[in-house]
């Protein structure tokens, strides 16, 4: 059977863990690829409501298996945290396991993250502080300590004696703190390593296992297309490959085994952290949208940046991860509105342009062109089929589903699993 990926197709946020959620109970197998604890997957089901940040969201559906794969960075005390919490709930945690080549965020990686942040001051791009660049450039520089080498003593020792020296010489030269000390970085690094050992595993080798003998693969995406390092708006981006293409070199699954990929998108637009985002609000609506919502970030808690859907950077995030289908979630935010927008071009220097620029400075610059729309009264939250849905909600949704350029097969009405209407089946 073919594996399926799930995509963020905006600024993250999207509500993709409920998505996840949903799919998974048909799934034999779902699969991170991306991204480390600076992601948050909220899922809300019969056993309560969970944060995710490592854990797969599949995790929840026992016909599923979970994996961590290589292209995520893991950060062993708050995956350890992570299980720890969700085994106190009842849940079976031992049906993860962690690619030995995924790459451990280090303390040293957290400590430069949040120091380098500080020292960009109003050029600050909003990282969350939790390591995840630091981890992933010393990943392209060769630099890295893998899951792997924590297994390790020996070759764990070496690796940290040719890194840490270099790293306690950034800290107090050019920040002027404290070292880190190897003796302790080395006892700390060896009791993850032992505390984790029963989940590594060949993850890419489970994983065209589990295509070979017919089984269904959820690929899970963290993050947005939007915040994809090559794609999206740089430098105001993630450090990992949040688009499909993430999946190939996260999971080691090749292209021809992708049959379709879903694309996540909220009815409106969030964005946390800095950077352009030519729909946002800078009103009551925006305000109204946030509290309704409680559009705050499930790793920082800070308040989201909020707009009217922008069907400009949804085309584009389509065309780069040749969305298949999409999901749309919140749809029931904007019950009650007058009338909703979608921005449908931008103006720059004195043309409107309908493609989404590479240059940042470039998208800085754009103003949004406004299509508007009525609003609804009757309520869709909790609808679960789409002959509940108002009429003027169709329209909207049929609009947004033009400009995403491929059909809108699930709506999510709400946070649990049952508030969803499955249009056509995803995963079939």
Partial sequence: ?????????????????????????????VVRFSGGNNAGHTVMNQQGEFKLHLVPAGIFWPNSWCAIGNGVVVDPGALLDELGALEERGLDISRLSISDRAHVVMPYHVLLDQLEENARGDNAI???GKGIGPAYV???????????????ETYLAERLEAVLGHKNAMLTKVYGVEPLDMDTLYRQ???????????VAPVEKLVANALADGKKVLLEGAQGALLDVDHGGYPYVTSSSSTIGGASTGVGVPP????????VFKAYSTRVGAGPMVSELFDEVADRIRE??????TTTGRPRRCGWFDAVAARYSSNINGFTSAALTRLDVLDGFDSVKVCVGYEVDGKTIDYFPGSTAVVQRCKPVW?????WTTPTEGATKLEALPPEA???????????GCPIDLISTGPHRDETIEVRPIMA
């Fill in 126 to 128: 909003g990282t969350t």
């Fill in 1 to 29: 059977m073919p594996a399926y990926g799930v995509i963020g197709g905006q600024w993250g946020d999207e509500g993709k863990g409920k998505i996840i959620d949903v799919l998974a109970s048909r799934a034999d197998m």
């Fill in 138 to 152: 010393d990943k392209t520089a060769r630099a890295g300590i893998r899951v792997g080498d924590l297994l390790d």
């Fill in 292 to 297: 309704k919502a409680w559009e705050y970030g």
């Fill in 189 to 199: 690094s060896l009791e993850f390593g032992a505390r984790l050992r029963h989940y």
């Fill in 371 to 375: 299509e508007e729309f009525p609003g």
């Fill in 394 to 404: 169709m329209k909207y949704v049929k609009r947004l589903e033009k400009a995403i």
């Fill in 256 to 263: 021809r085994h992708i049959k379709g990929v879903t694309g």
